[in-house]
């Protein structure tokens, strides 16, 4: 039953908005912009990250042109808010502020922390990435936020955490999508936390500049880049440590299809459709797909000795 339910991948390529593609962005961003809109959403928050200036790291280099806002920000699953790419409106209701994120499982101290408190702790800088979402479209965005490897040092894991879950908030009142029982709500995945402390692991909290728009994962959401995109839970209410690898939202409705790694590779198709290329939100061009979405460098070694790990999906 759950397989005929209607979701966002089955919608025609025409369904992307078409609009030219953005050619290049200013070389650092200045958290001024950034926090104008904040400011709406919690003065304190704003103020936190003012103090910080949020330069763009140039070591991740996309090697694509940055994808139309307008197409990264209309073009999304989020369950939680009805199974179309067009949630953005309903999304609109979602409630930011106040916000907090619980550390819990196998940590030195279970505590909820305040995204204000949180952001105090941390250097925010900008990271252009690459998306790779498992239904083969992709897109290129600016992100603002920070190291994953700083949100697994504030939560202090102990020794014996081998895996970190990601747990989306559940509101009610405004996440229509909640009412659709057959789905394992809370939205949850997890990785290693060896994957999470990854250079390449990142907690975004903006994008082109800007706070998260509700339908991209305000106020904080998880980026993982080498993986397809439902491994990068948005949201963020709760952070989980534990011993046993988790079984997450899309591997609980059908585990044939979307596993625990979810790495991306071209070479292994999904069971209903190739993954071989890819199209871009904004332009429609079909483009190669690149292996770990062209991040090898950073990501391959996590994998070097997992020959009978089915890591692909």
């Not at 202090?156 to 879950?165: G, H, I, Y």
């Not at 190669?288 to 692909?312: K, S």
Request: overall charge positive; proline content about 8%; glycine content about 8%.
């Amino acid at each position: 039953m759950l397989i005929k339910i209607r979701r966002g991948w089955e919608l025609p390529e025409s369904a992307a908005t078409p609009e030219a593609v953005v050619m290049g962005r200013r070389g650092a961003l200045g958290t001024g912009a950034a926090l104008a809109g904040a400011a709406l959403l919690s003065p304190g928050l704003a103020g936190t990250a003012l103090a910080q200036a949020a330069m763009r790291n140039p070591r991740f280099q996309p090697g694509r042109d940055v994808t139309p806002e307008g197409d990264a920000t209309n073009y999304n699953n989020f369950y939680e808010f009805g199974g179309s790419k067009s949630v953005a409106s309903a999304a609109a209701r979602l409630k930011v502020n106040p916000w907090s994120v619980k550390f819990d499982g196998l940590v030195s101290q279970p505590r909820e922390i305040g995204l204000e408190d949180l952001l105090k702790q941390v250097r925010l800088e900008e990271r252009v990435l690459r998306h790779r979402c498992v239904e083969a479209w992709a897109m290129t965005v600016p992100w603002t936020g920070f190291p994953m490897s700083e949100l697994i040092r504030l939560a202090a894991p102990r020794p014996d955490a081998k895996f970190v879950v990601f747990e989306t908030a559940t509101q009610r009142d405004t996440m229509p999508g909640l009412r659709q029982a057959w789905y394992p709500w809370p939205y949850t995945d997890g990785v290693t936390v060896e994957e999470a402390r990854n250079e390449l692991a990142f907690v975004a909290t903006g994008m082109y500049g800007k706070p998260l728009p509700p339908q991209n994962g305000a106020p904080i959401r998880a980026l993982f880049p080498w993986k397809y995109g439902f491994k990068a839970p948005k949201s963020i209410v709760r952070v989980t440590f534990q011993a046993e690898r988790p079984v997450g939202y899309w591997e609980k409705l059908q585990a044939s299809e979307y596993g625990f790694w979810a790495n991306v590779n071209p070479e292994v198709a999904h069971p209903r459709w190739s993954q071989a290329s890819e199209r871009l939100l904004g332009s429609n061009e079909r483009v190669p797909t690149r292996i770990y979405n062209g991040y090898g460098e950073f990501v391959a070694p996590l994998y070097a000795n997992m020959q009978n790990e089915r890591i692909w999906y």
